[in-house]
DNA sequence: GCGCGAGTCTACAACGTTGTACTCGGCGTA
DNA sequence: TACGCCGAGTACAACGTTGTAGACTCGCGC
């Protein structure tokens, strides 16, 4: 059905070999040549078979992008920007998801289904620091997320730490000081969950707050319909907050739902802050203040980490830690203070 | 670096072939043998080359799918509900991103890059009906979106002017009769806009209600930012209406948004319906009326109508057309009609 | 007139896998 | 004993491409 050099090869009255050279521009090929093989090959509408190519190659030109699941926005935002990063160096992506599952994940990098690509960009959500060894696979592996550190491989990751002690401070440093936490994992230290409550922590400690485990909202899946629910369990306990700090934006959506249909009003009774900057987060209503993390700079270095190590192919070279920058966005939902006085 | 057939034979001291032949489950190889093989494997941490075999089948299980941005809910669903489909199916997707660029997406049919798929879902945004004879490749290929119909290949779509009919006399039924369009195309007749365009006005005339351009809104691309303008503009024109049917979920939110800036309380003042069921579309607040187009189902759909199509190699059978079942999911932003009297 | 390099093109092998045809014993049956 | 068949395994070609080595023809300089 689909033609090969060598039909073309047969069609032009040439070798299969000048075919391929003339696809290629090697530049010694006589004019007459060529254009009697280009037009053998636009009337046989040839098309290189690509597999052929990566078999001689050894190279795919596709990598793979996992992620726990594309419903989730962040994650869809993120393969949005890798997919558009990775055109803009010629490589296609095959997107995988994990549902978040330690086993999915695991099951993953060991699949044969990578050997179709030549290398991995891999956002674990399920697995832990004890699988660690696990990531010493051998092709070209970046690692995003925060489940994992000091792993094997490269790892492009964002200041989640300070990010959220930033946001837990703008909120402080707006005036309130209840403030109340969506999304938290119990007992986690490595991970967003646990990272950002480990921001949150230390915000309150420079500033002498008291922590209280009252108003740390526990919630497992980070949906939307978790924040809402969540934040309805802090409102029936009777607790007293001024402002909510949501682990991520869906989260921080959800729960801003829940305090609204409770008869608050945000941000005058409870400002609300969120994480991830989402594309929905400027459209909420009110629009939503939030860390954005810098996620387009994760995707593209990423993606040009990873072609940097196959392109080397120094599988074996230290594993670098690459960190994005983050800022605060300031949004309706937990305006910035009002500056009195001076400019 | 990675190991082959070749490496294994040599250290089980068989012939290559058995061991292709192991890994197959070939029944006949004496234990003894299989074992040989099998522990030789184990030691060398043989994984298959999957190009080398796809080279060998002329299969690659794969298939690609192109959707116009990730970005957008609406398509990051579907690409979810594809990617799921194939898994169970054992294949892996690769996804492209078009923009819903007219140009792009023509240079995407004839790219060789889908040479590393067996077939191609491919949701069409730019294209029109114009570019019909461009869908006739040479690969499998399932059309999804309403841009392109009686094409020369399968196509899955959904019922878009009977459900945006529903839509409105949905609306009509709870007593609105002023209904504002947000999301209209000037002058397209086919294409999502279109479609459900016509469905409105057929609903309006089957009640006897007057088509009024004035309370129709028009915007490219379907953003939440451009569903909030749109809805400004049309306030701004200072025009009368008490129900908004945006075209998809996206517009209807930014709507909605731009309603209750300007004061206007959704359902009371407004009533709000959309088109899709995005996940988000039931943690707005108030959660949002909606079209459900059976999207789960179209993904399916699509993926099983595309391996069918590889499978049986039947390039050139007639051209199927498969339509998704509708249904209006009944939310806050348009409550159904309170049923007075009976029960 | 001969060698030499540059230009143009070809033949062949190889990438790693799998299908086909084949070999070689051993066994049951005529 | 001869025959064919079955089990177990091997050898080789082929998928479509590209790198390497080389063939052949000029024209140029000695």
Chains 1, 2 share one sequence.
Not at 23 to 35: F, K, L, N, S
Not at 85 to 94: C, M, R, S
Request: hydrophobic residues 40%.
């Amino acid at each position: 059905m689909a033609s090969t050099l060598h039909d073309v090869a047969k069609l032009a009255g040439v070798s299969i070999k000048t075919v391929s050279n003339v696809i290629h521009d090697y530049p010694h090929i006589r004019p007459a040549t060529r254009e009697r093989v280009e037009q053998a090959i636009a009337e046989l509408g040839y098309i290189p078979n690509l597999t052929a190519r990566s078999l001689r190659s050894g190279r795919t030109g596709a990598i793979a992008l996992a992620v726990p699941d594309l419903g989730l926005s962040y994650f869809a935002e993120l393969a949005a920007s890798v997919i558009e990063a990775a055109e803009e160096a010629g490589v296609v992506v095959l997107v995988e998801q994990t549902g978040g599952d330690r086993d999915r994940e695991l099951d993953l990098l060991r699949s044969p289904r990578l050997k179709m690509t030549d290398g991995l960009i891999f956002s674990a959500l399920g697995m832990g620091q004890e699988d660690v060894e696990a990531l010493d696979v051998p092709y070209p592996l970046v690692l995003l997320g925060e489940r994992i550190f000091g792993g094997p491989c490269d790892h492009v990751t964002m200041r989640n730490v300070e990010a959220a002690r930033a946001a837990t401070e703008y909120l402080i440093g707006s005036g309130r000081q209840r403030i109340a936490v969506i999304g938290a994992h119990e007992g986690e230290v490595i991970g967003s969950a646990g990272l950002r409550l480990s921001g949150y922590r230390q915000a309150l400690e420079v500033h002498s707050l008291p922590f209280d485990e009252s108003i740390i909202g526990y919630t497992t899946l980070w949906h939307r319909a978790n924040g809402a629910t969540c934040m309805r369990e802090l409102l029936d306990r009777g607790v007293e907050f001024d402002a909510v700090f949501g682990l991520n934006d869906t989260l921080a959506l959800g729960a801003m739902r829940a305090l609204q249909e409770s008869g608050r009003r945000v941000p005058d009774d409870v400002a609300v802050v969120g994480y991830d900057d989402l594309d929905e987060a400027q459209y909420s209503i009110p629009s939503l203040t939030t860390v954005d993390p810098g996620q387009p700079w994760i995707a593209r270095t990423a993606v040009q980490t990873l072609l940097d190590r196959i392109e080397r192919g120094d599988a074996a070279g230290p594993a670098r830690q690459l960190l994005a920058e983050f800022s605060i966005i300031e949004r309706e939902s937990a305006p910035p203070p009002i500056r009195s006085g001076t400019l």
